[in-house]
T-cell receptor, first 111, second 115 residues
Framework: DAGITQSPRYKITETGRQVTLMCHQT?????MFWYRQDLGHGLRLIYY???????DKGEVPDGYVVSRSKTENFPLTLESATRSQTSVYFC??????????FGPGTRLTVL | AQSVSQHNHHVILSEAASLELGCNYS??????LFWYVQYPGQHLQLLLK??????LVKGIKGFEAEFIKSKFSFNLRKPSVQWSDTAEYFC?????????????FGTGTKLQVIP
């Protein structure tokens, strides 16, 4: 099915471990985004990408790494997870009229 | 950098009551404006959008929003809410100044509709 998918949907990990969250879209949208959603903070932009091999920092990039070797994939890696990175992570891509399409989210718990 | 303010953090209404959620932004140029809805446990979905033309925009499920440029506002309205409208609502602004610009989201308003 066309759309934007994220995996895993739920993840529990320990402090210090590396975690990669996957995002895949089937629309060939150029722009893709990673957000984290925390109570009281709304959505905060972590990283975004304008096209394959073009990425840039958002509002809260520290502790995260992204890559985009193919247009359809935009993985987010937590190099050494910390408790403060416990959050719900949403991937999104931008459509023709600048509207954002969101994935279902990944709920990450860092113990 | 632009900012988006949603002054109501939590709104509680009874079914059939009218709804108005405030959204103000700070950017002097041309903007695209959006309202997204997030139902409990789900991802954000587009409710409606404004690009140009008629400042009164109609979206899905009976929602509408009015863009008032002089007030930098884009308030969301619904004449009669239903229990199923219980969700969190996010206003978002996308400045138009050549190429794609990052969207800024408000912090959201949680709407609770009591049957």
């Amino acid at each position: 099915d066309a759309g934007i998918t994220q995996s895993p949907r739920y993840k529990i990990t320990e402090t210090g471990r590396q975690v990669t969250l996957m995002c895949h879209q089937t629309w060939s949208h150029s722009y893709m985004f990673w957000y984290r959603q925390d109570l009281g903070h709304g959505l905060r932009l972590i990283y975004y990408s304008a096209a394959a091999d073009i990425t840039d920092k958002g509002e809260v990039p520290d502790g995260y790494v992204v890559s985009r070797s193919k247009t359809e994939n935009f993985p987010l890696t937590l190099e050494s997870a910390t408790r403060s990175q416990t959050s719900v992570y949403f991937c999104a891509s931008v459509g023709t009229y600048n509207e954002q399409f969101f994935g279902p989210g990944t709920r990450l718990t860092v113990l | 950098a632009q900012s988006v303010s949603q002054h109501n953090h939590h709104v509680i209404l009874s079914e059939a009551a009218s709804l108005e959620l405030g959204c103000n932004y700070s950017y002097g140029g041309t903007v695209n404006l959006f309202w997204y809805v997030q139902y409990p446990g789900q991802h954000l979905q587009l409710l409606l959008k404004y690009f140009s033309g008629d400042p009164l925009v109609k979206g899905i499920k009976g929602f509408e929003a009015e863009f008032i440029k002089s007030k930098f506002s884009f308030n969301l309205r619904k004449p009669s809410v239903q229990w199923s409208d219980t969700a969190e609502y996010f206003c978002a602004v996308n400045p138009i100044r050549g190429g794609y610009q990052k969207v800024t989201f408000g912090t959201g308003t949680k709407l609770q509709v009591i049957p």
